[in-house]
């Protein structure tokens, strides 16, 4: 006996196991005033082709169910065999009016009243629009466009969470949403609109929270760190950075624990803290070196690996006084960060410059600094990185403020750094 391979595939869209589409179709059934009869062995004499054309109330169920008829969903009525004494058999009476309005037999009239089906499909279609903003954030940077186009795709997913979906894909359409939310205020924060960032952070931490997502909440909480570091709130930013390492997902995958330690480290070098921030870059290295690269991760993280690890080493050891161990760490970095991850090069690179500025290598520092701009070439600058070039500068005139080298590095520059 041949299964319904059409009930099976319209069940796997809309995640139902045979058990849940029992419960819905009672729920139909009672609602419509009759009893909720459909047990799990109904949906299973469905699925194998042993019912073949359920009774009428449960018939409109699951039309209801799946928004489409009975015979869209692999139920075929018994073949009726025709009285020869009727004058004109209903049957042919309805073919000849399909006919007559350009009609056909196979098509499939939609259950009126009917919700839309909302299921995996719509899922992994909502995702691969956020890796492909993902790719957009890897060459440009964060910008508006960028940023409204994250928030049209959480405004999709919560749309269609309210579809009538089941709960499994209700938090997969909420984990969604927040994936884009934190997209928008990860943008924002590049293009260093900080009060924005924080709505925004606020709001996909609610949603993760709604989907039950470990991966998402981590991911916030990795960007309420970086955004207290650029707001200056340094202790903030180390219990942010605390707070990723707890989430279910940093204690169980050591790569997402990589990244939350790194991102600690920063915080802690910005406090001063010496030994505490080369003790949570040991974390990060040792975390990092057991990490499955085979694994498949979201779009969001593929940025982090040993290269990004090597360019925050070179945050904190500047920032803590190490400066050579720093223009180490940023050409380590600089010689494995891909080449589609223009925004990143360059902000490793104006990293580079710091810490050979922070040597009083002048010279080298200017020269290595004006790679940044062909780097970002044809596109703005995002505001993170004019911030700091900006810092660079600050430091080049301070530390060399005779230096005519340093005033030619501004004159010509300016402009280029300051491009929206």
């Known amino acids: 006996m041949e299964g319904n391979e059409s009930l099976i595939s319209a069940m796997a869209e809309l995640d139902l196991t045979q058990a849940e589409l029992a419960e819905r179709v009672n729920d139909h059934l009672i609602r419509a005033g009759h009893e909720g009869t459909v047990s799990d062995r109904t949906v299973r004499n469905w699925v194998t082709g042993k019912t073949r054309w359920p009774h009428p109330r449960q018939r409109e169920a699951l039309e209801a169910v799946f928004g489409c008829t009975a015979e869209k969903l692999g139920f075929r009525p018994p073949a009726r065999r025709r009285p020869s004494s009727s004058p004109e058999d209903p049957v042919d009476r309805r073919i000849f009016l399909s006919a007559a309005t350009g009609t056909t037999a196979s098509v499939a009239v939609p259950f009126v009243g009917a919700p839309s089906c909302v299921g995996t499909s719509d899922v992994i279609r909502l995702r691969r629009g956020l890796d492909a903003l993902m790719e957009v954030d890897r ?33 997969r359409l909420f984990s969604v949403a927040a994936d884009y939310t934190a997209t928008a205020a990860w943008s924002a924060i590049d293009a260093r609109h900080m009060d924005r960032a924080s709505q925004l952070l606020g709001r996909a931490l609610y949603l993760a929270g709604m989907a039950k997502d470990p991966v998402a909440e981590m991911r916030v909480w990795n960007s309420y760190a970086m955004l207290a ?69 979201p779009s969001w993280i593929a940025f982090y690996g040993p290269a990004e690890l090597m360019a925050m080493t070179a945050i904190v050891r500047d920032r803590i006084g190490d400066a050579a161990e720093s223009e180490a760490a940023s050409h380590k970095a600089l010689s494995t960060i891909p080449e589609e991850f223009r925004r990143n090069r360059a902000l490793a690179t104006a990293r580079l410059a710091l810490a050979q500025l922070h040597q009083r290598d002048v010279d080298q ?16 600058i995002p505001g993170r990185m004019r911030s700091l070039l900006g810092d660079y500068y600050r430091d080049l005139i301070t530390l060399a403020p005779d230096a005519t080298i340093a005033r030619e590095w501004g004159d010509r520059y300016r402009t280029e750094w300051s491009r929206l």
């Open 365 to 380: 520092a200017c020269s290595t600094a004006s790679m940044v701009f062909p780097l970002m070439s044809g596109h703005p």
């Open 139 to 171: 060459s440009r940077g964060g910008h508006e466009g960028l940023e409204r186009a994250a928030l049209s795709g959480a405004a999709e997913a919560l749309a269609k969470q309210k579809l009538g979906a089941t709960q499994r894909i209700r938090q």
């Open 229 to 297: 570091h650029h707001r200056d709130e340094f202790t903030e930013a180390v219990d942010a950075g605390y707070a990723a390492q707890g989430t279910a997902i940093a204690r169980r995958d050591p790569l997402f624990a990589s990244l939350a330690h790194a991102r600690t480290a920063i915080g802690h070098a910005n406090l001063g803290n010496r030994q505490a921030a080369i003790r949570s870059l040991e974390y990060a290295q040792d975390a990092l070196g057991k990490a499955d690269a085979s694994e498949p991760t």
